[in-house]
Nanobody, 123 residues
């Protein structure tokens, strides 16, 4: 099993930047694709960015060009650099392992979610 701890959220003005970190426990971190999800108030959780084991990346259309995901396998950590933040980016952000089912990248059903980290962008 892996345990994930998110950090780095906060309150920023529109146009500002934040860097989120996700620290993972476990001995097989490098064997998994990883992703960042977010959940705005009253809405469903959505996948924002992902990175594969060979460091290929993909992003939600609304954050392309603004967000960048990276990983440091030696530190068992995945990052999300968020630039040019907008009020609609306000959400609780979570990291997760990802599995591919042949069509989509998914949070493993047996995995637990971490506590998340709150990002609030003011206008």
């Amino acid at each position: 099993q892996v345990q994930l701890v998110e950090s780095g959220g906060g309150l920023v003005q529109a146009g500002g930047s934040l860097r989120l970190s996700c620290a993972a426990s476990g001995r097989t971190f490098s064997s998994y694709a990883m992703g960042w999800y977010r959940q705005p108030p009253g809405k469903q959780r959505e996948l924002v960015a992902m990175i594969t084991t060979d460091r290929s990346t993909n992003y939600l259309d609304s954050v392309k060009g603004r967000f960048s995901i990276s990983r440091d396998n030696a530190k068992n950590t995945v990052y999300l650099q968020m630039n040019s933040l907008k009020p609609e980016d306000t959400a609780v952000y979570y990291c997760s392992r990802l599995n591919y089912d042949g069509r989509r990248w998914l949070h493993p059903p047996g995995d637990s979610w971490g506590q998340g980290t709150q990002v609030t962008v003011s206008s």
